[in-house]
């Protein structure tokens, strides 16, 4: 499982992320008839630190008001963020692999954005850590 489907499956098997977005979970690319609310994720630019892969995703979590998107983003952070004793951390089972997450942490918090009038956007940046 590479960190970019990891971190996917983390989202659509999170009963407090789903019960918010019904499996509106997106990778890459946000669909063109967008129905709120939902996630969509992408890779930003990284590099290896220490021999220790560290993929960073932005994750745009969008909703029809701002209070909304802030509370699908904070759900977002409570099931990633951490390392050893809180959030997402070890080995992920997959449904055809695993993953093993060594610590995901927050970047960035950008706030909440009014994309459009029905639109707001919590996007949050997280970082992977991981030894593959």
Known sequence: M?????VGY???QSTAVSNIVNGRVYYATKPTTEILPSIN???LPHKRIN?????IFSINCRAGTARAARDLGTVVLEELTGSQGQGKYGTVNGPKDNFDFIQNSLIIDNGVKNETENCFNCPIDIMV????
């Open 129 to 132: 850590i991981t030894n593959e």
């Open 51 to 55: 021999g220790l892969k560290n993929p």
């Open 10 to 12: 983390v989202l659509i």
């Open 41 to 43: 994720y992408y890779d």
């Open 2 to 6: 590479t960190p970019d489907q990891a």
